[in-house]
């Protein structure tokens, strides 16, 4: 019988998208998955519906139209303090995740080492693995997910190519200091090493917390691709609209590997981006900051009350909480457990480590409408009904 590759053989599914299905079987109230199902901003839904309606419905450029690439640009600008040529150096692509595979299959080659922060980003390391590579891990350490440059440098080998930073960070909300992104500059200056930014939540930050694209640091815009997108800031995840920006030596390779798998990002839906990116004032992204902040504390408090201590996050919308409480020998047992309980589906802590480190994990995700967080934490109050029955 013919057997799927070596590489299929290796690949799990997301534990992320197993809990949606188990949570979708009790019709319970999904925090696993990163759905970020809130309303769509006005003028990027009217943009893309405009886009269907005139016909744009075709191929686009490869490296995506000029309106959205010049819209990118000037946000990289102004937000980021980070200048980007549109033509020479940036590329759209189908979500962050599909620009972090192209990369991936331009700039790496098989056993090469690339260094994680973990907890990670699972499609992080699968991606890494798919491609032959070797994902190398720096354990970040709770509440505060610190580490310390000689945890890095510790790991380094001859076969190190690169370093994967995402901050705010998926699933630990951690967001990475600009002290301790210059350890990382320098570490990648000193070993000649790649940087792959994932920057997709840089607009939930909390509690004064900064966000700083480390291309800006130093001798790093010449070593780094800075990928981020719009499905979180405009709750598109459906959609895949993201970017890589790179050295310009880079663009076309990056734009071959994601030509041959995507052909481009769908083409309406650029349009809406880009008016979104044009359109939307500063008070947007400041009343998305304290909506988020609330839905953060609405969860923890409940978390808290539930006996399921959580890691308060500094940015993003993922907690990460201590489930030690709750029965089961790991932490998919224990998933199960507070599914069947409150019907709250969470993401068992293994999915984000290597190794057991995560088995006294949940990640709940507070991307949702209000009414489903306030549903979900009340749900959460059964166990401690039940802890006090």
Known sequence: MVEVSVNASRIKQSEIRIMSVECERVRGVN????????????????????????????YTRLDGIPALRG?????????????????????????????????????LNPADEVILF??????????????????????????????????????ITPRTKAIVVNSPANPSGKVMSRAELGWLAEI????DLLVFTDEIYEY??????????????????ERTITISGFSK?????????????????????????????????????????????????KKFYEDLRLEYLHKRDLICSALTQAGLAPSIPQGAYYILADVAALPGSNSKEKAMHLLRETGVAAVPGNAFYHDDAGE??????????????????NRLQRLRAHATA
């Open 188 to 191: 990648a200056v000193k070993h």
């Open 204 to 221: 939930f930050l909390y509690d004064g917390h900064e966000h700083v694209s480390i291309a800006t640091l130093p001798g790093m815009a």
């Open 71 to 107: 819209a990118i640009a000037n946000k990289l600008r102004d937000h980021n303090r980070l200048t980007v040529d549109p033509e020479a150096q940036l590329l759209v692509t189908s979500g962050a995740t599909g620009g972090f595979f192209a990369a991936c299959m331009a700039m």
């Open 118 to 155: 973990e907890p990670c980003y699972g499609y992080h390391a699968h991606t890494l693995t798919a491609m032959n590579c070797k994902p190398v891990f720096v354990r970040l350490n709770a509440p505060d997910w610190k580490f310390i440059a000689d945890d890095v440098e510790r790991v």
């Open 233 to 281: 800031t405009f709750s598109i995840t459906g959609w895949r609209i993201g970017y890589a920006a790179c050295p310009a030596r880079w663009k076309t390779s990056i734009g071959y590997f994601h030509d041959l798998t995507y052909i481009c990002a769908p083409a309406p839906f650029q349009h809406g981006a880009a008016a979104g990116l044009n359109e939307l004032p």
């Open 360 to 377: 006294n994990l949940l990640r709940f995700c507070f991307a949702k409408r209000l009414t489903d967080l306030e549903n979900a934490c």
């Open 31 to 58: 925090l696993a998955q990163g759905v970020c199902d809130t309303e769509v901003p006005e003028p990027v839904r009217r943009a893309a519906k405009a886009a269907v309606d005139a016909g744009l419905n075709q």
